[in-house]
């Protein structure tokens, strides 16, 4: 459907090239150019101005008798371009004027207009200030980067699909529990938050190309791999269609920028090859992706073991945000202390029977938003392994193990109100039920660094105390 706001950015482009050409005229040069357009950047990428591309253009200066004739000439130019003797000027107002009365007066072409334009007045001003100096960008729906996919163009988030059967609440999560609401503000019915990413953001990363993707390494539950280590509970060896847990929140230090911590819940299929497929969501510490070392709500997926494809949060197309209240890579406010007040958030990751799209869910039924089933070749049918636990990067600064924390930065051995846990773990079986993880196993790449406890009672259910603190002592080095 074309739009009052197409129209007129079409007509308005015109006019401009129009003066453009008149102008060169007037001035007495002849001005040929093979191009002038600008550079498009990604909605979620540098909130700068666009820069112009480098112009194919060339000037020449006339004759002497030239300049006389084009001199007498000036003032007949100007006439005609005001009282109608040019062919496009008198159009281009006239068009303008119409459309301006059309869209005064018809409430529904008004509407029509406002539902199928981009609104730069109005969007520019739908904006959330954070404490922690992040603006949040309340974007329509539809215009999300999501949809910047060749598979989405054109579509709109679906409805919520049906819950997985014994999937109830979880009341110790509360909703308000990031950053950018503590005034109690969300974005409006119709649009989604969008954390603004910023010049700075981009360039802490190793590239351009890298930013917002994880490094390309095998990274696998059982094996220290590329400088990362984990301390996780995972089950494997059965069909999964999604997995529930929650997750206490901590933030721990982490002492080299390009180095995170995190914790999480991964949904895998497929080989720890080139064609591993995860679902991630959870809370991580990561300086050189957020510039500070506040937790933050986090999402992530591949279909190719981190290579090409994938991202975070919604720094590139795939993942279909449909909650007006959360902002994923927004931080988490509170957070758990040591011998005080603990908070987790609870996760839900499933698949939708009906159309095969992976949903995520979080805190007290606040559905985010989805992953749809075509990104994937694996988890497009559903997933061999579940996993829940810590990771963190190791660079080893100075040859030395890294004094990055995971968790609480304590020993799971120290238990509640000390060591960081995961609790309540489940997963979601064939008949779309979330039934208790069944066999789980728990492991740690370096237990000097960090180790893991499991365990199981009637209030937790399956639940593990995890982490460490990384070199602080003789046992990690």
């Known amino acids: 459907m074309v739009s009052i706001g197409d129209v007129v950015r079409a007509v308005v482009s015109e006019y401009r090239e129009e003066l453009n050409r ?131 163009k054109g579509m709109r988030p679906l409805d919520p699909p049906e819950r997985p059967k014994g999937h109830g609440a979880d009341a110790a999560t509360q909703n308000s529990f990031q950053l950018w609401r503590a005034s109690g503000e969300s974005c409006p019915g119709g649009t989604v938050p969008i954390r603004r990413t910023k010049e700075e953001d981009i360039l802490r990363a190793s590239s351009v190309k890298r930013f917002g993707r994880k490094l390309a390494v095998r990274s696998r539950h059982d094996s220290e791999t590329g400088g990362h280590e984990h301390a996780v509970g995972y089950v494997v060896g059965d069909q999964y269609y999604g997995a529930k847990a929650s997750l206490n929140v901590w933030a721990p230090k982490v002492t080299s920028p390009s180095e995170f911590s995190l914790s999480q819940v991964w949904v895998i299929s497929g080989s720890f090859g080139t064609d591993l497929n995860t679902i991630e969501a959870g809370w991580q510490v990561s300086p050189q992706l957020y510039g500070d070392s506040s937790p933050r709500f986090f999402t992530y997926w591949t279909t190719d073991a981190y290579q090409a494809t994938g991202c975070y949060n919604l720094l590139c197309s795939g993942f279909i945000q449909t909650n007006n209240m959360i902002a994923i890579g927004a931080a988490i406010s509170p957070t758990s202390t040591y011998d005080g007040g603990q908070f987790d958030i609870s996760l839900l990751v499933w698949k939708d029977p009906n159309h095969g799209n992976w949903w995520l869910e979080l805190g007290s039924g606040e559905l985010v938003g989805y992953w749809p089933s075509f990104l994937f070749s694996h988890l497009s049918e559903h997933a061999s392994m579940v996993q829940f636990g810590g990771e963190i990067v190791n660079t080893q600064p100075q040859g030395l193990h890294t004094a990055t924390q995971m968790g609480s930065g304590h020993y799971a051995r120290e238990g509640f109100g000390r060591a960081s846990y995961f609790r309540n773990l489940q997963v979601v079986d064939w008949d779309n039920s979330l039934i208790p993880v069944a066999n789980l196993r728990v492991l740690a790449d370096r237990p000097s660094c960090y180790d893991i406890q499991g365990g199981i009672n009637s209030v937790w259910g399956n639940y593990f105390y995890y982490g460490g603190p990384g070199r602080n002592d003789d046992r990690c080095t």
């Open 22 to 152: 008149l102008n060169a005229y007037i001035q007495g040069g002849a001005l040929s150019c093979t191009g002038l357009h600008r550079e498009s950047t990604s909605r979620t990428k540098i909130a700068t101005p666009l820069k112009p591309k480098e112009h194919a253009c060339t000037h020449s200066t006339p004759t002497q008798p030239e300049m006389k004739r084009r001199e007498g000439k000036k003032e007949k130019v100007k006439m005609l371009l005001f009282t109608g003797g040019y062919n496009t000027l008198p159009m281009v107002l006239l068009s303008l004027g119409v459309l301006l009365l059309l869209a005064g007066m018809s409430p529904v072409f008004s509407e029509a207009a406002a539902n199928n334009t981009f609104r730069p007045g109005e969007e520019l001003r739908s904006y959330r200030r954070s404490p922690d100096g992040d603006t949040i960008d309340c974007v329509l729906s539809h215009l999300q980067p999501a949809f910047d996919h060749p598979g989405l």
